[in-house]
């Protein structure tokens, strides 16, 4: 056999375009890095009693990244009112009108992240970006201004690549109070109508299967939350003088909340619906692990684990006010305030599922005890539309970006926008993508974003908006 000299393989066009943005975001990997550092040292906490400043602040520095992008026609923050009184929070929204009949795509991803919780439980500081291993921790790191800084960093990408040739219409749309249940955002969609309009939107909020592969999330649950009192006497009385014959508050709520699940810890409230739908393969050990399961605890529901968290609703009793344990006295406790949040499977509809556990707890309620419901709040569940020719770019995308396809994922959290978004622009593609990994903590201390996935996520969107720039 003859010894050929090695010559480089002719690369197809589309192959060179990709290694070129790989080089541009690994190049930019640092400023990437850097420019999350600077927003993750705002606290901008979105919700009532902490400092809205913060949140503005938050917004500017959003605002000048984009704009020292020199790419968009506008960059603006605004702010949607909420009611006839209050005005949301600060967005900050981009535009670039789309040139010689290419599509426009939005980007979207929120500034605003949750509250640190108690500093002790962070081995370092929650507003201190700080680098351990191959993450970076702090709040907000992942959850999810590094979606902001991973749509500023994929634009930068492309442009450096394709400079003038980029036509497509570009919308960045960067929300202030997602994590303060998005209340101005119907307003905001209505006042920007014509700003907002896109062919294809990118939600850049969701989660990845793990540090290596990419998930494309297409089924989100919906949720209901609600307080409930539930009350048994007109004040309180001695519980020597009258317990075992008048029924107090406590007893009611805790007989009633223990009808909401059968012996498996499966929702045992008539109406709430479940899906049908094919899973990935999950070892329940993953969900022992992931969800740090004491020794011998097993997992409750029934059937796959994905489907239990993806495909199935879930009710979980998150407060009770009722007296603490240094206060309590030998009284019969009148009346007692829980708070209820309820996870509705894709197919059913948020209003729908409230109206079955209501009726469950008026059903159930013992010894005729009353019941009120305030506060209450419903968020729809959503199911992406998968045969549009969007999903099929952004998984090629996310092929090329990660070098392993994308695995369908349902996500048991809510983004009840989205269900806003669709509803607004019902034309619209709608693609879920993330930038977090099952150990990014997002909401939790020591919230932190794999630097890895990082990249891959920024660079699977840098080729997914070099892709769509190409589709005439
Ligand atoms: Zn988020």
Same mark, same amino acid.
């Given at each position: 056999?003859?010894?050929?000299? $090695?010559?480089?393989?002719?690369?197809?066009?589309?192959?060179? +375009?990709?290694?070129?943005?790989?080089?541009?975001?690994?190049?930019?990997?640092? /400023?990437?890095?850097?420019?999350?550092?600077?927003? /993750?040292?705002?606290?901008?906490?979105?919700?009532?009693?902490?400092?809205?400043?913060? +949140?503005?602040?938050?917004?500017?520095?959003?605002?000048?990244?984009?704009?020292?992008?020199?790419?968009?026609?506008?960059?603006?923050?605004? %702010?949607?009112?909420?009611?006839?009184?209050?005005?949301?929070?600060?967005? /900050?929204?981009?535009?670039?009108?789309?040139?010689?009949?290419?599509?426009?795509?939005?980007?979207?991803?929120?500034?605003? =992240?949750?509250?640190?919780?108690?500093?002790?439980?962070?081995?370092?500081?929650?507003?201190?970006?700080?680098?351990?291993?191959?993450?970076?921790?702090?709040?907000? @790191?992942?959850?999810?201004?590094?979606?902001?800084?991973?749509?500023?960093?994929?634009?930068?990408?492309?442009?450096?690549?394709?400079?003038?040739?980029?036509?497509?219409?570009? /919308?960045?749309?960067?929300?202030?109070?997602?994590?303060?249940?998005?209340?101005?955002?119907?307003?905001?969609?209505?006042?920007?109508?014509?700003?907002?309009?896109?062919?294809?939107?990118?939600?850049? #909020?969701?989660?990845?299967?793990?540090?290596?592969?990419?998930?494309?999330?297409?089924?989100?649950?919906?949720? =209901?939350?609600?307080?409930?009192?539930?009350?048994?006497?007109?004040?309180?009385?001695?519980?020597?003088?009258?317990?075992?014959?008048?029924?107090?508050?406590?007893?009611?709520?805790?007989?009633?909340?223990? $009808?909401?699940?059968?012996?498996?810890?499966?929702?045992?409230?008539?109406?709430?619906?479940?899906?049908?739908?094919?899973?990935?393969?999950?070892?329940?050990?993953?969900?022992?692990?992931?969800?740090?399961?004491?020794?011998?605890?097993?997992?409750?529901? %029934?059937?796959?684990?994905?489907?239990?968290?993806?495909?199935?609703?879930?009710?979980? +009793?998150?407060?009770? #006010?009722?007296?603490?344990?240094?206060?309590?006295?030998?009284?019969?406790?009148?009346?007692? $305030? +829980?708070?209820?949040?309820?996870?509705?499977?894709?197919?059913?509809? @948020?209003?729908?599922?409230?109206?079955?556990?209501?009726?469950?707890?008026?059903?159930?309620?013992?010894?005729?005890?009353?019941?009120?419901?305030?506060?209450?709040?419903?968020?729809?569940?959503?199911?992406?539309?998968?045969?549009?020719?969007?999903?099929?770019?952004?998984?090629?995308?996310?092929?090329?970006?990660?070098?392993?396809?994308?695995?369908?994922?349902?996500?048991?959290?809510?983004?009840?926008?989205?269900?806003?978004?669709?509803?607004?622009?019902?034309?619209?593609?709608?693609?879920?993508?993330?930038?977090?990994?099952?150990?990014?903590?997002?909401?939790?201390?020591?919230?932190?974003?794999?630097?890895?996935?990082?990249?891959?996520?920024?660079?699977?969107?840098?080729?997914?908006?070099?892709?769509?720039?190409?589709?005439?």
């Amino acid at each position: 056999m003859t010894d050929f000299p $090695t010559t480089p393989a002719v690369q197809e066009p589309e192959a060179t +375009v990709v290694s070129q943005l790989a080089a541009a975001v690994q190049a930019g990997l640092p /400023v990437a890095i850097a420019e999350l550092g600077r927003l /993750v040292r705002i606290p901008s906490v979105s919700w009532d009693g902490f400092d809205s400043d913060e +949140v503005q602040k938050s917004a500017e520095v959003v605002r000048e990244l984009l704009e020292a992008l020199k790419f968009f026609d506008s960059v603006e923050i605004s %702010r949607a009112p909420i009611d006839d009184k209050r005005l949301g929070q600060p967005a /900050v929204l981009a535009t670039r009108a789309a040139r010689n009949g290419r599509p426009t795509i939005l980007l979207y991803a929120h500034h605003d =992240v949750q509250p640190p919780g108690d500093p002790q439980h962070w081995e370092s500081a929650p507003f201190e970006p700080t680098v351990r291993g191959d993450r970076l921790y702090g709040r907000g @790191a992942a959850d999810d201004k590094a979606g902001v800084a991973a749509h500023i960093s994929a634009i930068r990408a492309v442009i450096k690549v394709i400079g003038e040739e980029m036509d497509l219409g570009v /919308v960045v749309f960067i929300e202030g109070e997602e994590e303060f249940g998005s209340r101005s955002f119907g307003a905001f969609l209505t006042q920007h109508r014509s700003q907002l309009n896109a062919d294809v939107i990118v939600i850049a #909020d969701s989660d990845n299967w793990n540090a290596a592969t990419p998930s494309l999330t297409v089924g989100l649950r919906g949720n =209901v939350t609600f307080k409930l009192r539930v009350s048994t006497l007109g004040h309180a009385v001695h519980s020597g003088m009258f317990g075992g014959a008048a029924p107090d508050a406590m007893l009611a709520t805790i007989a009633l909340l223990a $009808t909401m699940h059968d012996a498996d810890g499966a929702v045992a409230v008539a109406g709430l619906h479940s899906r049908q739908a094919p899973l990935p393969d999950y070892e329940p050990a993953r969900l022992i692990e992931d969800a740090a399961l004491l020794d011998g605890v097993t997992p409750i529901g %029934r059937g796959p684990v994905l489907s239990r968290l993806w495909n199935q609703p879930a009710i979980t +009793v998150t407060g009770i #006010d009722a007296p603490t344990v240094v206060n309590a006295s030998n009284t019969l406790v009148p009346s007692v $305030t +829980v708070k209820l949040s309820a996870r509705v499977a894709p197919g059913q509809s @948020a209003a729908d599922a409230f109206i079955a556990i209501e009726a469950h707890l008026y059903k159930h309620a013992p010894f005729g005890a009353h019941l009120e419901f305030m506060d209450i709040d419903r968020g729809d569940p959503f199911l992406v539309d998968t045969t549009g020719w969007a999903v099929d770019a952004a998984k090629a995308a996310m092929t090329a970006g990660w070098g392993v396809e994308p695995i369908e994922t349902g996500i048991g959290g809510s983004i009840p926008f989205i269900s806003q978004l669709a509803e607004e622009f019902p034309a619209a593609q709608i693609l879920i993508t993330g930038v977090e990994d099952p150990d990014s903590r997002a909401h939790s201390p020591n919230e932190s974003l794999h630097l890895g996935v990082f990249r891959r996520a920024i660079l699977s969107e840098a080729i997914l908006l070099e892709k769509l720039n190409r589709r005439a």
